[in-house]
């Protein structure tokens, strides 16, 4: 109900979902008097949908604060709730982020161990699979270096099981490739990433530039949420003045048409590559249930993304496997903490 375009993009990015994972099955969250027409006019979904009556919706203006306290009724609460209770193995949402990311907080509890959960993205990349994660990409302003440390091995858990990379490449996003550039966080920080690395399972790359995550140097980009969210957005923007700019240039006169026809299949490549869409759905980390934030503006081809990666990600033992990886990362970050203060002693 949160969507800006409305729960009629919801149901059809659901509709679009349903076709192509048969085996999958739904709990929509909302006001059923909205939401029972517009399932009606799809009957092929069948038994496989199922209603829940929620009357009140959380907005985009709606402080993280208040959800917390006053959002029980909401689609929202309802949703993250039916994760919480086994009925569902993701949650999917359009709406307000902070908002979700406090009701996710609040009602899945975070994973033991983590101080700070993350929202991961994919990113188009060069890498023979197509894309990149990165993480925190908003789901808090602020990383500590033991945070980073833990966002290094759950991006190397969504690797391993979402990207089914078997030994995935962290960076650390800094302000340039040498060691002793950038904050003294992020000096710590590439310590421990580095130290951990036997015990996580990945490669450390070290530090890495912004552009960089396009690249095929690297498999997850490990950042602080400020900086990853400017970053996504950035990307997404210029992803769209490209796109413009080419429906301009191709508009331009006559010549210009007949140019775009005989480019139509290559044109169309380019655009399926950097649409914003295909990769729709930031993945919350370090919760006891795993939920997806879909862009508020997302449309049917948007929501149906998000609900595919939702799909992937429900495989048997994927909270479980994060959970044993991040427990195994801190004790190598807390091994390598304390011999590094040993030997600071000892000099």
């Given at each position: 109900?949160?969507?800006?375009?409305?729960?009629?993009?919801?149901?059809?990015?659901?509709?679009?979902?349903?076709?192509?994972?048969?085996?999958?099955?739904?709990?929509?969250?909302?006001?059923?008097?909205?939401?029972?027409?517009?399932?009606?006019?799809?009957?092929?979904?069948?038994?496989?949908?199922?209603?829940?009556?929620?009357?009140?919706?959380?907005?985009?203006?709606?402080?993280?604060?208040?959800?917390?306290?006053?959002?029980d009724g909401t689609s929202m609460w309802s949703c993250i709730d039916s994760v919480k209770n086994g009925e569902a193995k993701v949650a999917v949402s359009c709406g307000n982020t902070g908002a979700l990311m406090a009701v996710s907080m609040i009602r899945l509890r975070k994973l033991p161990g983590v101080n700070r959960p993350a929202i991961a993205c994919l990113w188009p990349s060069r890498n023979p699979g197509g894309f990149n994660l990165m993480l925190d990409v908003g789901a808090d302003i602020k990383a500590e270096a033991d945070d980073l440390l833990q966002y290094a091995a759950m991006g190397a858990s969504y690797a391993r099981n979402g990207l089914n990379l078997a030994r995935p490449r962290i960076g650390l996003l800094n302000v340039g490739t040498e060691e002793h550039k950038g904050r003294a966080e992020l000096k710590v920080a590439h310590d421990l990433i580095a130290n951990a690395a036997e015990a996580g399972s990945y490669d450390f790359v070290g530090f890495v530039e912004g552009g960089d995550i396009p690249s095929d140097r690297v498999d997850v980009i490990v950042t602080d949420g400020f900086t990853?969210?400017?970053?996504?957005?950035?990307?997404?923007?210029?992803?769209?003045?490209?796109?413009?700019?080419?429906?301009?240039?191709?508009?331009?006169?006559?010549?210009?048409?007949?140019?775009?026809?005989?480019?139509?299949?290559?044109?169309?490549?380019?655009?399926?590559?950097?649409?914003?869409?295909?990769v729709?759905?930031?993945?919350?980390?370090?919760?006891?249930?795993?939920?997806?934030?879909?862009?508020?503006?997302?449309?049917?081809?948007?929501?149906?993304?998000?609900?595919?990666?939702?799909?992937?990600?429900?495989?048997?033992?994927?909270?479980?496997?994060?959970?044993?990886?991040?427990?195994?990362?801190?004790?190598?970050?807390?091994?390598?903490?304390?011999?590094?203060?040993?030997?600071?002693?000892?000099?």
């Open positions: 109900m949160g969507s800006d375009r409305g729960p009629g993009a919801v149901v059809a990015g659901l509709v679009l979902s349903a076709a192509s994972l048969p085996d999958a099955s739904f709990i929509l969250h909302g006001d059923e008097v909205q939401l029972l027409p517009l399932l009606a006019r799809h009957p092929e979904l069948g038994s496989r949908v199922e209603v829940r009556h929620a009357a009140r919706v959380v907005t985009m203006h709606d402080k993280p604060s208040q959800v917390m306290r006053h959002g990853g969210n400017i970053a996504l957005k950035t990307g997404e923007g210029t992803a769209k003045l490209i796109s413009d700019f080419m429906k301009e240039a191709f508009n331009a006169g006559i010549l210009s048409k007949f140019a775009a026809l005989l480019a139509l299949n290559s044109l169309k490549r380019l655009q399926r590559r950097i649409d914003p869409r295909r729709n759905g930031g993945v919350f980390l370090g919760l006891n249930g795993t939920v997806i934030k879909s862009h508020g503006s997302a449309d049917a081809t948007g929501v149906a993304a998000a609900i595919t990666l939702a799909h992937q990600l429900s495989g048997a033992g994927f909270l479980e496997r994060l959970a044993a990886r991040l427990a195994s990362t801190g004790r190598a970050g807390q091994d390598a903490a304390a011999d590094g203060a040993e030997a600071k002693a000892k000099q």
